[in-house]
């Protein structure tokens, strides 16, 4: 399955960014989706992600702020975010979990200015 990421950006500190994630397949097969980020020097970590029956979970940091959404018709999931912070800043990337293993799509650039 490939997975292609879009939406990232330079954006000011406040504002608000959507990120989508289009896979090649149907996602309604996929055990869960989600996004992650990784900043310059710092390890990947989760930022939230959706499984099969549209559950959402959210690191801790991103509670309020981002929210998690997908549209089977369109093979695609989404990432919103609002009130970004400097500390945001970080290559997101996408991922699915399917046939047991990892999907990873390239990542997208996301630059939050002060």
């Known amino acids: 399955v490939q997975l292609q990421a879009s939406g990232g950006g330079l954006v000011q500190a406040g504002g608000s960014l959507t990120l989508s994630c289009a896979a090649s397949?149907?996602?309604?097969?996929?055990?869960?989706m989600g996004w992650y980020r990784q900043a310059p020097g710092k390890q990947r970590e989760l930022v939230a992600r959706?499984?099969?029956?549209?559950?959402?979970d959210y690191a801790n940091s991103m509670k309020g702020r981002f929210s998690i959404s997908r549209d089977i018709v369109k093979n695609t999931v989404y990432l919103q975010m609002h009130s970004l912070e400097p500390e945001d800043t970080a290559v997101y990337s996408c991922?699915?979990?399917?046939?047991?293993?990892?999907?990873w799509g390239q990542g997208t650039q996301v630059t939050v200015s002060s």
């Open positions: 397949r149907s996602i309604s097969g996929f055990k869960v």
């Open positions: 991922n699915a979990f399917w046939w047991g293993r990892d999907w």
């Open positions: 959706i499984t099969a029956g549209g559950t959402p």
